[in-house]
């Protein structure tokens, strides 16, 4: 498998490099993909893609047809990999989580645990989407709040991101 992202199409080779088909195409409809980053097989040979710009992980079967959504609450999905006994892993990469997707009992779709960091469970595995966005939110905010944290210089106007680049300019102006 390749994944062309400017494209967002996936080409599929055989052992020995040829060419076989391709599938998905720049898009947000569904078999469509905006940045393929992971691609794994899954037991029964079907493909699976993490979409990482429409933030989804989909299945397609062997022969590159759309089969379904296996989740769209992934912010950043990046690689993905299949575990044994039908686990599915996700890694978010902006928020540094993988997700861990087991076959429900049927094998007919993944239910949805995420783990965060080298934790290895965390204290309600039964988290909501809803609670997983509201902490992704509070993620993102701190973020932007730690980009936006400045310390000004006391003998002019700059303003510094780190304490180290305060004390650097104060040494180039002879202050300390």
């Given at each position: 498998?390749?994944?062309?992202?400017?494209n967002?199409?996936?080409?599929?080779?055989?052992?020995?490099?040829?060419?076989?088909?391709?599938?998905?195409?720049?898009?947000?409809?569904?078999?469509?993909?905006?940045?393929?980053?992971?691609?794994?097989t899954?037991?029964?040979?079907?493909?699976?893609?993490?979409?990482?710009?429409?933030?989804r992980?989909?299945?397609?079967?062997?022969?590159?047809?759309?089969?379904?959504?296996?989740?769209?609450?992934i912010?950043?999905?990046?690689?993905?990999?299949?575990?044994?006994?039908?686990?599915?892993?996700?890694?978010?990469?902006?928020?540094?989580e993988?997700?861990?997707?087991p076959?429900?009992?049927?094998?007919?779709?993944?239910?949805d645990?995420?783990?965060?960091?080298?934790?290895?469970?965390?204290?309600?595995?039964?988290?909501?989407?809803?609670?997983?966005?509201?902490?992704?939110?509070?993620?993102?905010?701190?973020?932007?709040?730690?980009?936006?944290?400045?310390?000004?210089?006391?003998?002019?106007?700059r303003?510094?991101?780190?304490?180290?680049?305060?004390?650097?300019?104060?040494?180039?102006?002879?202050?300390?």
């Amino acid at each position: 498998f390749a994944s062309d992202q400017q494209n967002g199409t996936v080409y599929v080779y055989n052992e020995d490099g040829q060419f076989l088909f391709e599938f998905g195409g720049k898009g947000t409809d569904e078999g469509q993909l905006l940045g393929p980053r992971g691609i794994c097989t899954g037991r029964a040979g079907n493909i699976i893609v993490a979409d990482n710009g429409n933030k989804r992980v989909e299945l397609f079967d062997r022969t590159g047809r759309f089969l379904r959504h296996i989740t769209t609450d992934i912010e950043d999905p990046q690689p993905v990999a299949m575990a044994p006994q039908g686990l599915l892993l996700v890694a978010d990469y902006g928020l540094r989580e993988v997700t861990i997707l087991p076959m429900d009992q049927s094998h007919a779709q993944w239910t949805d645990s995420t783990h965060s960091g080298a934790t290895a469970l965390e204290e309600t595995p039964t988290t909501t989407v809803q609670q997983k966005r509201q902490a992704r939110k509070r993620m993102r905010i701190a973020r932007k709040t730690w980009r936006r944290a400045t310390l000004p210089c006391s003998h002019c106007s700059r303003k510094f991101r780190a304490r180290i680049g305060l004390t650097s300019h104060l040494r180039t102006l002879g202050m300390t």
